[in-house]
């Protein structure tokens, strides 16, 4: 089936902002007694809040999980501004804009977070709307947040293209039936582009 729009993850394929997630929750749990600096980067990859606190909540006992979640919210919208661009990421937004291909954003971050993120990326007008982790019962790797996208488009999963860099999200765009473009060496089911340009050019632009 012919792809018609596109559902773009936010977090590690617009923005690099996996660091600056990473940088967050350390200083967030080192200050209530839980240090993290020793994990690995990627240890909470694509995995969303919710799914974070439940691993570390035995480790946290001193602070309701609201609290945590809103500390965490805060500490990253108040650096959002670190997090740079992927490269080419808002030339090949634009350039699907002025092509009349919607775009939606779909995202394991609070929204928040995710609007911090298009902000700061500069690109929020190009999208039809953004889908966080706030707006659906499951997040990634369940398969809604990516149905909600492509409902956003009115398009069918088919017609989509999701663009991905986590094998969570992946598992999510497949199991809703997008095609997906993976930056990197992709996961099965999913196919290689190595940059941003990589997804215009399926778009023939």
Not at 46 to 54: E, N
Not at 111 to 135: F, P, W
Request: proline share 7%.
């Amino acid at each position: 089936m012919k792809l018609r729009g596109v559902a773009w993850d936010v977090d590690g394929t617009l923005v690099d902002s996996e660091p600056l997630h990473h940088s967050v929750l350390i200083d967030i749990c080192l200050a209530h007694g839980l240090d993290l600096r020793a994990d690995p980067p990627d240890r909470f990859l694509g995995v969303h809040m919710d799914d974070v606190w439940k691993a570390l909540e035995p480790q946290l006992p001193g602070i309701a999980r609201q609290d945590w979640l809103d500390a965490i919210q805060d500490r990253f919208c108040d650096r959002a501004a670190e997090a740079a661009p992927m490269p080419h990421a808002r030339d090949v937004m634009r350039a699907l804009h002025d092509a009349g291909i919607p775009q939606v954003a779909v995202s394991n971050s609070g929204r928040r977070v995710v609007e911090a993120n298009l902000a700061a990326l500069g690109a929020r007008s190009l999208l039809v709307d953004a889908i966080t982790l706030d707006d659906v019962t499951d997040g990634k790797p369940a398969p809604e947040p990516y149905l909600r996208g492509a409902e956003i488009l009115g398009l069918a999963p088919a017609e989509v293209l999701a663009v991905e860099d986590s094998g969570t999200g992946t598992v999510s765009a497949l199991c809703a039936g997008l095609q997906v473009a993976f930056l990197g060496a992709p996961p099965e089911g999913a196919f290689e582009v190595t940059d941003l340009r990589g997804v215009a050019a399926l778009f023939d632009l």
